[in-house]
């Protein structure tokens, strides 16, 4: 029953969330087509002449990077990136790039969340618009009541790497790779894994459970965005009573 429970959980959180997601993915897609290429050997001037009503997506910034990894945002900064392997991706792979941006990596030392998208001119990439989001409001993205926020919800992409996760449960924060050997051991039971692994590759939901250290439950569902993956964690306990009231 409890599985049962979680799994129609599971699946409604993986659509809300993977729809926030592709909001705010759209939305620099918008910023992208309002940019006038005509002014891009200004960039300073083409970011200050978007003029893009906001939908209601909440930012802390976008702007312009340049083929040399200089950014121009939308609040008059000009700085030099300090993760060019990032913007290279971008620029390589010529689609959306996504990260989690440290504070040392960030324009003014907050840990933040940024979008890419190239934009082309005369089928040339030498710009790439970006958009920012603080921490706070990526979380936002993850709003649940089911558990009165006693969960913990990571972002993986198909490969189990951790894009994104909330600290709502000491000790669930640094998880580099759902598929590692550490958490094969610790973690989910390395016996479930071969399972978890085939659900993503045939873009199912699931759940799992655990009992080694606490007693949680661990379900997952595709966001349907990007390849991503929403994991949450749940202590048995908030489990057993929610489906009690």
Known sequence: QSRDFLQEISEKNGEAVGFKFREQASYLTDLVSEVDTDLLDNPAEAVKEIDLINTGVKYKRYGIITS???AYTSDGIVA?????ELVAKCFES???TVSTLSADESL????VFIMMRPIYKNNQINHVMYVVF???QITENF???AFNSNEAFYIVDIDGNNIFSTNKREGYRNID?????NMQEEKYKGER???IREDMENGESGVTFSSKNSDFYLYYAPLHFNDWYLFSVVPASEVTARRNT
């Open 68 to 70: 040399d990894a200089t």
């Open 177 to 181: 790779n759902v598929f590692s050997e």
């Open 80 to 84: 030099q990136v300090v993760n060019k």
């Open 134 to 136: 603080t921490i706070e």
């Open 143 to 145: 709003k649940s009541d």
């Open 193 to 195: 894994i071969p399972q």
């Open 94 to 96: 010529r689609k959306l």
């Open 108 to 111: 003014d030392g907050d840990e």
